[in-house]
């Protein structure tokens, strides 16, 4: 929140702007960057907060329906409350300590893990005006405070002196850093086409419609769709989400690093998992789908956070979507798909996206060779490698006794 | 192709959210409290005594006390105590009548012996199941006024059984009543000269 508004811009796009601007007017100049800070991170622990609170019911309300089945509905109306009621419950449950644990280590982990998942929402802009820290290096500081959780997993899993759990985060080590490797090289391109690694910039960089319909959003690229996949599916597992939940997996490791946790402890370990997962979606708007910019330039008027919001969500629902229908993966085929598939792709991504930049002037006929080049280096990869990757193990044919 | 077996699971699973919204057939669930599902006829759980009318179930319950389903009880969960009087019963006969009659439903495990034994169509199988108490032994334990239901309520339970039996009753009492005018057709009629024994009351 740190770029002033324009006072040419409409009214709803400079509110948020204006209500920080009347709190502050209270205060004497020295404190007001204070303030101003204590403003911004007290509305996205609000936001964030409400959204984890929510997400969790709409989740349950999804994956019901899917299931053919109602979900949540009688706490509040439509169930609304269920979220406060299972936070209440959490609460007064008892905090369980093993004897045999780390107690300081023990009760730090949920605390580093929450914190590193907040800290990834400083630099995501949600709006024109509203990004809380604009960093030059912002997208190398979200994958740092990302990559950080792991730490945390690992200290819940060690400091919990339970066999399941130290297995657990092993594996999410195992996961984590596999899955890291995707996730970096596929923001690359982004990087390479924008010029820029302030996630302000790479928003800027998505600005304005081919035709007055069709944004400059980058996932509208070969090489733009390509990383979006990569980057969902890295992120898929980045955030424990189904089908790579593997550190959770109950019928394996009981609750993974999370056995010996209870009460609002492991109330943590979730918020900082949907926080993740929130993040990360977030990153995914900001990188591929134009970030808070309206997808047709009629659509402007409606303000660029309920954009950035409604991007947001969508992405999420996709999430829950996948979580319903996929079954878990096994942790050789886990890191399989990383190593074997992702990262390779990944990288041919980075020589397609070279190749669309140094063709960026043909014209005329010349654009649709580029195009078809560029999809075929998208698709002939992915094909080469399924089949090879694959080769041998399917389709099963199974024998019933 | 590739990753296209991932998005048929997505469809499926789209088509299993969109669908439990427009068509009743998918969406299964009865909410419970408010919504019931008929049970099965056959459903049974624990034992109750057949009485004639809902009005004074006390007075004509079926239940002769003859303690048969007391003595084939597997847990032995009922207990009966025998009337010193006797009472009319439904084809006007006095019969004696349970004074006490209690069945433990925390020792009863719904095997219907006692339905099987009973020579009076009296005990028959209930299908009410919400029977959690805050008291842990005498809230179990139900007695005579709480076992009692009329025979329109064993009707709408089980309407085939309850017709198998109300056929058999009704012939049994048409039975009765042809014997007992016969009877005192026979005495009303002058007596035949060979003097035979007089007829047996009616049974």
Known sequence: MNAGPAASDPILERLPGLLRDWLLQWLPEPVRWLANSLIVIGCILAVAGLLFAFLTLAERKILGRIQNRPGPNRTGWFGLLQPF?????????????????????????????????????????????????????????????????????????????????????????????????????????????????????????????????????????????????????????ESNRSPFDLPE?????????????????????????????????????????GGWQAPLPFLEVIP???????????????????????PRLRIDQLTRLAWKFLVPLALVNLGTTAFWLLTAPWAGPLQVVRWAVALALVAGPFLALGRGLSAGLGPRTYRYA | MLGTGLLQGLAVTARNLLGSFHDPKRFVTTQYPEERTKLPEAYRNFPFLVSENAVDPMGTLRCVACQICEKECPPQCIYI????????????????????????????????????????????????????????????????????????????????????????????????????????????????????????PAA
Not at chain 1, 278 to 286: D, E, F, K, Q
Not at chain 2, 95 to 103: H, K
Request: proline content about 6%; charged content about 15%.
């Open chain 1, 85 to 237: 009621a299972d936070g209440i419950k959490m609460l007064t449950k008892e905090d369980i300590v093993p004897r045999a644990a780390d107690p300081v280590l023990h009760l730090l982990a949920p605390v580093a893990l929450i914190a590193f998942s907040v800290l990834t929402f400083a630099v995501i802009p949600y709006g024109r005006h509203l990004v809380p820290v604009e960093l030059d290096g912002a997208v190398l500081y979200f994958f740092a405070a990302g990559a950080a959780t792991e730490l945390a997993v690992f200290m819940a899993g060690w400091s919990s002196h339970n066999k399941f759990a130290l297995l657990a985060a092993m594996r999410a080590l195992a996961q984590l850093i596999s899955y890291e490797l995707p996730l970096l090289l596929s923001f690359v391109p982004v990087v390479l086409a924008t010029g820029t690694l302030s996630t302000t910039g790479i928003v800027a960089a998505q600005a304005g419609w081919r035709w007055h319909f069709l944004p400059h959003w980058l996932v509208f690229t070969p090489w733009g769709a390509a990383g979006f996949v990569i980057f969902m599916v890295s992120a898929l597992a």
């Open chain 2, 81 to 200: 105590e025998k009337s010193k009087d006797k009472k009319a019963d439904a084809n006007g006969k006095p019969q004696l009548y349970p004074a006490v009659f209690d069945i433990d439903l925390a020792v009863c495990m719904s095997c219907q012996i006692c339905v099987e034994v009973c020579p009076f169509d009296a005990i028959k199988m209930d299908q009410v199941f919400e029977l959690a108490t805050a008291e842990r032994f005498n809230g179990l334990v139900l007695n005579r006024e709480a076992l009692a239901k009329p025979n329109s309520y064993f009707q709408e339970i089980h309407p085939t059984e309850a017709a198998e039996v109300d056929g058999r009753l009704a012939a049994d009492r048409k039975a009765a009543e042809d014997k007992a005018r016969a009877a005192a057709a026979a005495k009303a009629a002058p007596k035949p000269p060979s003097a035979l024994p007089p007829p047996p």
């Open chain 1, 304 to 326: 660029s956070y309920a954009w950035f919001a409604a991007k947001i969500l969508l992405l999420l629902l996709g999430f829950i979507w996948i979580r319903a229908t996929l």
């Open chain 1, 249 to 289: 997996a109950e019928s394996e490791l009981i609750a993974g690093h999370l056995t010996e946790y209870s009460g609002f402890k492991y109330a943590l370990f979730f918020m900082a998992e949907y926080f993740g997962m929130c993040a990360l979606s977030g990153m995914a708007v900001t990188l591929f789908l």
